[in-house]
Structures are given as structure tokens and as C-alpha cells.
């Protein structure tokens, strides 16, 4: 199969977006989260932010949008809403009255909790069905691919030498 479908075309063919097998791969994963997070009445979003409190407490609006990848109006919506159920609250800063820490309320993290072994269990699922040494190199591909994207030039140096990274 070719590369390109339509040489009339200045673009490779659909089977080989990278952004859509990126997508699929993401829509495979989450259909096995989605079910304990419907239960819960949280959307993937909350629980990225939950998942990041618990390692992460106290943490600023604008570091939880660039670690969870949410805009910062979205994650606004979001943050609103968790507070709202009392998973989460939010603290001003006493030197900048402008920048909020966020933590977990004790709801949150009994939330978080008793949703995790399932979580865990569906890891352990995709670890044994994928391969723990396949999901650690793709992990790393991964994180090699975002830092390629982003610009970052030391992207695939491993011990001071330049890894293959298939991008």
C-alpha cells in the first residue's frame, strides 16, 4: 500500500496519519477506563486532575494545565466543577493573590481511592496483554515523539548517544 493514495495529492494517505493512529491507540486505551469513570460521574479531564493532585498537591492552575494538556479555560470549567462535589478546594497564595494552589479534600481522595484498583487492574490487563518491555519502550517513544514535536533537541540521546527515534 502506498504512502500516498493520490499522487494529485500533496498528502499521505489516510491509513498513515499519525495524528488518527495516535487517536485510535488513545480511543483503545480509554474505553477500558471509561466504564469506572462513568460510575463515578467523572469525565476523563477530572480525573487526569485528580490523578495529578494526588502525586502533585498543591499545585497551580497553570501547572495542572500543562501536566493534564487542558487548556486553562477548560480546566477552569473542570476545577469548578470538582470543587463543586467538594473533591477538591482551592487555596490563594499569600504573596499573589492571583494564583490558587489546588489540593484533594478527604472525598477526593476516598474517591480516588476506591477507583485506582481498577484502574490499576486495567493496567495489568494492557501490561499483560501488550507486553511490560512493549509498553515501556512505547512509553519512551512516546515521551521521545512529544520532545521531537515540541522542538526539544536532545529528544532520543540515551547515555550520550543519539537512540533511533522513529518519527
Not at 491509513?15 to 471509561?34: C, D, I, T, Y
Not at 502525586?55 to 495542572?64: H, R
Amino acid at each position: 500500500m502506498s504512502a500516498v493514495a493520490d499522487p494529485r495529492l500533496p498528502m499521505r494517505d489516510f491509513a498513515h496519519s499519525l495524528p488518527m493512529a495516535l487517536l485510535k491507540a488513545r480511543e483503545a486505551v480509554m474505553a477500558g477506563f471509561r466504564p469506572d469513570l462513568e460510575a463515578h460521574d467523572l469525565t476523563e479531564q477530572q480525573w487526569r486532575v485528580l490523578r495529578i493532585l494526588t502525586e502533585q498537591p498543591g499545585i497551580t492552575m497553570g501547572d495542572l494545565a500543562e501536566r493534564a494538556a487542558l487548556l486553562r479555560p477548560s480546566l477552569s470549567r473542570i476545577v469548578g466543577r470538582l470543587e463543586e462535589r467538594a473533591l477538591i478546594e482551592r487555596a490563594q497564595e499569600e504573596r499573589d493573590l492571583r494564583r490558587a494552589r489546588l489540593t484533594m479534600t478527604m472525598a477526593g481522595r476516598r474517591l480516588v481511592r476506591e477507583i485506582a484498583p481498577r484502574s490499576e487492574q486495567r493496567y495489568r490487563d494492557i501490561e499483560a496483554a501488550y507486553g511490560p518491555d512493549r509498553l515501556a519502550e512505547l512509553h519512551r517513544m512516546l515521551d521521545d515523539l512529544v520532545a521531537c514535536v515540541d522542538g526539544d533537541t536532545t529528544a532520543g540521546v540515551v547515555d550520550g548517544s543519539i537512540s533511533e527515534v522513529p518519527v
